[in-house]
């Protein structure tokens, strides 16, 4: 077999990988990046966080245009094409993927289509080639986790990756699991014609976030039609003619698609990380030190092949941070302050402490709240549902969580990250002054309720 030789090999394309092989070029590598997709972006840009997106945009401005006479504007009768909505989401897809491949060439990045195996720490497999590396970054991401006895056939039984392709709207579909990914899905069906049936196993929907946003959200998800069975769990599905019986022990719930939304499990099949000594913990995922190195010095991991959230946000700090510690310079993720966002309508959005893990730790806090119905933009634009809920030290006002149910909740959380990050006080963001009329004036005065002093309530 042929050998050639790299300063560090990128398994995996995903977010945290290419990011990784891009920062990797820029400090002066010689970088390959292998996937076994023949596109790059992994899981996020081809079968998760921005073909969703796309379809909810699309979802939410089909439910917006029915209702446009409340601007002043009328139309004529509004009507769904599935068929150019998903052309779109492949159209987006298609430019975001493509710009990687641009991106790849610009900074010489070797870039590979196939299978890797790790031979050794300096040695890597590749569609039977001997590729010699100083070292090996893994990032190869996660796959959907399942549920014993149930077997998923991306048609009547889909992952996310079939809820994205469905070539029809389904009169009903039974969502398992209450998490991010099932109540985005979940949410653009309803909004193109199905009645969704959201069944979770605990008794709350986004159980790690703070409780009372996820009541408010479950509240305002189920006044735009969503039906939640909560504390319930599938025992078995089993089809009877078209539809899917599915056994949830206390019912019986018909469905035409069930979608298994059950959380994702690290994908390390095919490294053979068994083989060179690399250790995983009792959940699949691989043991990293603080510079994430594996148990096999030289081999590295990212993303969410490591324990955290998976988040592909959290696997590009990661991918950067790694390899800018092998160039020997002071790469570091805060992970104290890495925000987590729902992209439902109304967006939830949360960075740092719930006011549960508070009052777990005994810390004394304080909090300051502000609605959304009370911010000028908000009234402007026609979305007042929701509040910002910031949590602070009650002794230093050192900001400790913030939490958000509102309009672009996504984009307004980086505010608080990046206030957090710099150890901000509740009066520091009370005192910054902020455009108006602005969404984000809605921060201002929550933090400025910390202290007893909003304006506009």
Excluded at 297 to 314: E, F, N, S, T, W
Aim: aromatic share 4%; proline share 3%; net charge negative.
């Amino acid at each position: 077999m042929a050998e050639q030789t790299v300063d560090l090999i990128v398994i995996g394309a995903g977010p945290g990988g290419y990011v990784a092989a891009i920062r990797a070029a820029q400090l002066g590598m010689n970088v390959l990046c292998v996937d076994k997709r023949t596109t790059l972006g992994g899981t996020c840009l081809n079968i998760g966080c921005i073909p969703s997106k796309a379809l909810l945009e699309s979802s939410h401005k089909f439910v917006d245009a029915a209702h446009l006479e409340d601007f002043g504007i009328n139309v004529s009768k509004v009507s769904l094409d599935l068929e150019k909505m998903m052309q779109r989401k492949t159209k987006v897809v298609e430019q975001l993927t493509h710009g990687i491949d641009f991106l790849f060439k610009k900074n010489k990045i070797t870039r590979l289509t196939g299978e890797a195996r790790i031979i050794s720490a300096s040695e890597v497999s590749i569609n039977n080639e001997v590729w010699k590396t100083n070292r090996i970054l893994i990032a190869t991401g996660s796959d959907s986790a399942s549920l014993p006895n149930i077997t998923i056939d991306e048609k009547k039984i889909v992952s996310s990756t079939g809820a994205l392709s469905l070539t029809k709207v389904p009169e009903k579909l039974l969502v398992v699991g209450g998490g991010y990914i099932g109540l985005e899905m979940g949410s653009v069906w309803q909004r193109l014609g199905s009645q969704v049936t959201v069944v979770e196993f605990m008794d709350r929907i986004v159980p790690l976030m703070d409780i009372e946003v996820g009541t408010a959200l479950q509240k305002t998800l189920t006044k735009q039609g969503l039906i939640f069975k909560l504390s319930s769990k599938v025992k078995a599905i089993t089809e009877k003619k078209d539809k899917l019986l599915v056994d949830i022990e206390k019912e019986v719930l018909e469905a035409d698609v069930v979608l298994v939304s059950t959380g994702r499990k690290p994908n390390t099949q095919g490294l053979e990380l068994d083989k060179i000594g690399v250790a995983l913990d009792e959940r699949g995922f691989v043991k990293v030190n603080d510079h994430y190195e594996t148990s096999v010095p030289g081999i590295y991991a990212i993303g969410d092949v490591i324990p955290g959230p998976m988040l592909a946000h959290k696997a590009e700090e990661e991918g950067v941070a790694a390899v800018e510690i092998m160039a020997g310079l002071a790469g570091h993720v805060n992970y104290e302050v890495i925000p987590a966002v729902v992209y439902t309508n109304p967006e939830v959005a949360s960075v740092g402490k719930t006011e549960e893990e508070l009052k777990a730790e005994n810390r004394a806090y304080k909090v300051g709240k502000f609605p959304f119905l009370a911010n000028a933009r908000a009234k402007a634009v026609g979305e007042t549902e929701g509040f910002v809920k910031i949590l602070a030290d009650a002794k230093t006002d050192l900001v400790l969580g913030v939490h958000i149910i509102g309009p672009d909740a996504g984009t307004l959380i980086a505010e608080a990250a990046l206030a957090m990050e710099f150890s901000a006080s509740s009066e520091d963001i009370a005192r910054t002054c902020h455009a108006h009329p602005t969404l984000n004036e809605a921060v201002k005065e929550a933090a400025m309720a910390v202290e007893g002093r909003a304006i506009h309530i």
